[in-house]
């Protein structure tokens, strides 16, 4: 019961977030490790628990493997691995975000999940030339919310034209 609420608070904010006004983002916000961060809900298509994962064989380091979700099988990439993080023993709060990403349906094992944000676009800034644990290719922009920061991802580029043919072909 609590996956179908959990896939119907996401699937409805992501239908008001087409409605919004152009100066408005709707992300989702999740973190690995200490680090927050957020993803347009528009390329959000549900947010499940933790279920098993089947391994692929010969498959990049980062792809868990696949899993059956309604009857269509799509890769799981655990974005730790990903972004090259400290692997992490998954718990109660260890969720699978289902995007889209250039027509390719696809899951990334976080942390957690942590809520709805809807920030004004000129709250993002263009990332910093400082270091952080997530390649700068893949960050679209960051935004200071209160006391934390928060690093929107640009999904397009996680994962390369190559990477996307291969995930396609699992």
């Known amino acids: 019961m609590a996956r179908i609420k959990e896939v119907e608070t996401v699937t409805s904010v992501a239908g008001a977030a087409k409605n919004a006004g152009e100066d408005i983002l709707q992300l989702v916000s999740f973190k690995i490790g200490e680090e927050e961060f957020g993803v347009d809900i528009l390329k959000v298509q549900e947010i499940n628990r933790l279920v098993e994962i089947t391994r692929v064989p010969r498959s990049p380091d ?3 493997g696949v899993i059956n979700l309604r009857g269509k099988v799509i890769p799981i990439i655990d974005l730790r691995k990903r972004f090259m ?3 992490r023993e998954s ?3 260890t969720r ?3 995007v889209y990403i250039k027509g390719q349906v696809m899951g990334m094992i976080v942390d957690g999940v942590s809520e709805v944000l809807r920030l004004p676009k000129d709250t ?3 990332p910093p030339d400082i270091a952080t644990s997530v390649d700068s290719e893949y960050i679209q922009g960051v935004a200071m919310l209160e006391d934390r920061l928060l690093i ?3 999904l397009s580029r996680v994962f390369s034209e190559k990477e996307r043919i291969a995930l396609s072909q699992m």
Do not use: G
């Open 152 to 154: 929107f991802l640009d």
């Open 96 to 98: 699978i975000v289902v």
């Open 62 to 64: 980062f792809v868990e």
């Open 124 to 126: 993002i800034e263009p």
């Open 91 to 93: 718990d109660k709060d």
């Open 85 to 87: 993080m400290e692997a």
